[in-house]
């Protein structure tokens, strides 16, 4: 902190943004506006693919496929942006939260344009699924807990994926409750406890995606 308090005290008076006074102006400010863009357009749409476009694949994919992602643009961002693209006197802690920030941002932006292009008008269909097990999260007030049920989502497949349901679905639901993280190996060992109805978008990129869960 006190690196970075000390490199703000240098830039020079009537230029807070700290921007390069020997280079033109409009680039520098267009180059900070998509900036900012990223950094904050990245995870909103991000969000919102995940709120009203969730892929259906396993946990473990979207954990592995997340880091990845960050890990490479993490890395790229070094060739992106050479030493030379901070003014003078940046700290290397500094430049190292940019970096990382411009993974996090990028991966957020990614997914979100991949989520809503896979899902955005795309037709629906349903099909019924197993439930194996049910388990909510852990808030003290009921009203806000998010109630997950454990499902085999794929036809002919073990594999079983945890969902979000709405709490009178999660209440209906006679299966095992189950403690919270536990492996994907074990719940997919589980025998089939209650079924669902899955209803699911086509998604234009050969992902589906969940619109909603009901009882069958």
């Excluded at 008008?121 to 009203?143: C, N």
């Amino acid at each position: 902190m006190a690196e970075i308090q000390a490199s703000w005290s240098r830039l020079p008076q009537g230029n807070p943004l700290g921007l390069d006074p020997t280079k033109p102006r409009g680039p520098q400010l267009l180059s900070m506006a998509a900036q900012l863009g990223l950094i904050f357009g990245g995870p909103a749409l991000g969000l919102v693919a995940m709120e009203n476009f969730s892929v259906l694949v396993l946990d473990r994919t979207i954990y592995l496929g997340g880091l990845a992602s960050i890990a490479f643009w993490f890395v790229a961002s070094f060739a992106l942006f050479g030493a030379k693209y901070f003014p003078a006197g940046t700290p290397p802690i500094a430049r190292l939260l940019f970096r990382a920030a411009i993974g996090l941002c990028t991966t957020g932006l990614i997914l979100g344009v991949a989520g809503i292009t896979n899902g955005y008008g795309t037709p629906l269909a349903a099909r019924e699924a197993a439930v194996v097990a049910k388990h909510p999260t852990l808030q003290s007030d009921p009203a806000r807990r998010t109630y997950y049920a454990a499902i085999r989502a794929w036809p002919g497949s073990p594999d079983v994926v945890e969902l979000p349901v709405p709490h009178a679905i999660y209440d209906a639901l006679a299966v095992p409750r189950i403690a919270i993280h536990t492996p994907e190996r074990a719940l997919a060992a589980m025998p089939d406890a209650g079924r669902v109805r899955l209803v699911l978008g086509q998604g234009r990129l050969g992902l589906a995606w969940v619109k909603r869960i009901e009882l069958p």
